[in-house]
């Protein structure tokens, strides 16, 4: 039987299997000889030990479409990344470092402004016009009226969607809005994950939906840029490639050098002073870090 891992925790996996049950799982020995470890959204192949409790064990690892290192998961299709509009007000830094992330990744990233009642027309064409003009798909909802959550459940459908944002925006509201009429409810998939000992903050993922499944974050309310130098990260702001080459020097990284197409468009309002103001603190970030 196959099935989706959506937990793992202490050598035991919770495997949502085709049959709609949840199975406790150990991988057999043969993955750690082989230096694989089974990752949360992995597909795997599962042996049923004890039809009645609910246990087997893990034969195979399916092929990965993508492995992500933070948080640790294979096979995302999406990145939801959840902010309120008002209360907390949104942390620009914070969302352009998820971005870059996934970027990096090649994740689509989906924006999603929660609270959208607690802000006016114009608060709300300004976080709009700011991400949609990078070419990201943003959506602004409010759980509270239901606007924009049809927008979100059809960007879902039939995808595996890493959900983050930092705590108080709203993504258990909108999680628990998801799942309001689907055939699992959070509760049963809690009784399962949380009986005995096996209890983490580690990602988990909630099935919401036919081949839908959400990917829950822990503390995400810091995140830092690794791996990475600060001449690569001018590859990660979408809304630069227009001007990809029409810089008048080549390698131009778009600071502090003359004739630079990038400083042009921000100076004609083509781009954000927002993001592009990220950009120059992420990039002195990062060359600051390089020194030490």
């Known amino acids: 039987m196959q099935g989706k891992i959506i937990k793992g925790i202490s050598g035991f996996y919770y495997i949502f299997a085709e049959d709609n049950e949840i199975y406790e799982c ?15 959204g992995d597909n795997v192949e599962i042996k049923v030990l004890d039809e009645t409790e609910k246990k087997g064990s893990i034969t195979a690892l399916l092929p990965r479409k993508n492995v992500l290192i933070r948080p640790a998961a294979a096979n995302v299709d999406l990145a939801l990344v959840i902010f309120a509009v008002e209360d907390p007000r949104p942390n ?14 090649e994740v689509p990233a989906v924006i999603c402004f929660n609270k959208k009642d607690l802000a006016d027309e114009k608060k709300l064409e300004f976080l709009y016009d700011t991400y949609h003009s990078c070419g990201y798909q943003v959506i602004l909802t409010s759980t509270r009226t239901d606007d ?30 998801l799942q309001e009429n689907i055939r699992m409810e959070t509760g049963e998939i809690s009784r399962k994950l949380k009986r005995g000992k096996h209890t983490t903050r580690h ?3 909630i099935p919401v ?30 809304e630069f490639d227009r001007y990809e080459g029409e810089c008048k020097f080549q390698g131009c990284v778009h600071i502090h050098e003359p004739g630079c197409a990038v400083k042009e468009a921000l100076q004609n309002g083509q781009i954000s002073h927002l993001r592009y103001d990220n950009y120059v603190n992420l990039y002195n970030e990062l060359k600051e870090k390089r020194r030490f």
């Not at 924009?148 to 999680?175: C, D, F, M, R, W």
């Not at 939906?209 to 979408?238: A, C, H, I, V, W």
């Open 209 to 238: 939906g036919e081949d839908t499944y959400l990917m829950d974050t822990p503390g995400f309310s810091s995140l830092y840029l690794t791996d990475m130098r600060e001449q690569e990260l001018k590859n990660y702001f979408p």
């Open 203 to 205: 990602s988990q993922i």
């Open 92 to 105: 620009f830094l914070l969302l352009d470092r998820f971005l870059i992330m996934m970027e990096k990744e």
């Open 148 to 177: 924009g959550i049809n927008e979100v459940k059809q960007v879902l459908k039939g995808k595996t969607a890493v959900v983050a944002g930092p705590s108080g925006v709203g993504k258990s509201s909108i999680t628990n809005t």
């Open 26 to 40: 150990k991988a057999r020995g043969i993955f750690r000889k082989d230096n694989q470890k089974p990752l949360v």
